[in-house]
């Protein structure tokens, strides 16, 4: 009996807070912005000797509280497909996930202090820890911890009283270059995105 007002006052005190934050958060500027596109994944070295390139999505979240340094998050999802030319026993790759924290630094293309109708540049380095399945289970970990480096352009632009983002970027990610199966390659490819965010 005596969990019960603990659960009310806690569930009270989060409807509160959730009431707050919806009532106030409109009324600052938001530095945070969520990202949703597609993706093309190039494998290369023994990644390519059995695997074709693939077509996923990602989704990111950033902050944009500090001019020319942003960081985040991003989740890359693609289904792997093999290559005509294997044989058809082979074990090749099939899915492909990965949850990467993100840094960025930024070079604004115009001397305006505000985002609206402006293009940015910037180079980003992502941490990976990834998950790349085979199509059937061996003994060997899936998991891995690797890197990646790349560059991009942005667009900001403002649509319905909201801010937008349209980026395209393309880097060179080595998702289990750290960490990984002592059985399994090294998993190298070229990730290429065109994503959509908007200021939250």
Same mark, same amino acid.
């Given at each position: 009996?005596?969990?019960?007002?603990?659960?009310?006052?806690?569930?009270?005190?989060?409807?509160?807070?959730?009431?707050?934050?919806?009532?106030? &958060?409109?009324?600052?500027?938001?530095?945070?912005? +969520?990202?949703?596109?597609?993706?093309?994944? $190039?494998? =290369?070295?023994? @990644?390519?000797?059995?695997?074709?390139?693939?077509?996923?999505?990602?989704?990111?979240?950033?902050?944009?509280?500090?001019?020319?340094?942003? &960081?985040?998050?991003?989740?890359?999802?693609?289904? +792997?497909?093999?290559?005509?030319?294997?044989? $058809?026993? =082979?074990?090749? @790759?099939?899915?492909y996930l990965l949850f990467s924290p993100e840094i960025r630094y930024v070079f604004l293309l115009s001397e305006k202090n505000k985002y609206d109708d402006t293009f940015y540049l910037f180079l980003q380095g992502l941490l990976h820890f990834s998950s790349i399945t085979r199509r059937q289970e061996i003994d060997e970990s899936n998991l891995g911890v690797g890197a990646s480096l790349g560059t991009g352009i942005g667009f900001c632009f403002k649509l319905f009283k909201t801010c937008w983002a349209v980026e395209i970027d393309g880097k060179y990610s080595a998702p289990n270059s750290i960490l990984k199966s002592k059985q399994r390659p090294s998993l190298t490819n070229y990730n290429f995105s065109l994503t959509l965010g908007v200021n939250l």
């Open positions: 009996m005596q969990n019960v007002p603990k659960f009310g006052v806690s569930m009270t005190f989060k409807t509160v807070l959730l009431v707050f934050f919806l009532i106030v &958060y409109p009324s600052f500027s938001s530095p945070f912005y +969520l990202f949703l596109g597609g993706t093309n994944i $190039i494998p =290369t070295g023994k @990644f390519k000797e059995i695997n074709k390139t693939s077509l996923g999505f990602n989704i990111s979240f950033q902050e944009r509280s500090f001019c020319n340094l942003w &960081y985040g998050f991003r989740i890359d999802v693609s289904r +792997l497909d093999s290559l005509e030319s294997v044989p $058809i026993n =082979t074990n090749y @790759f099939d899915s």
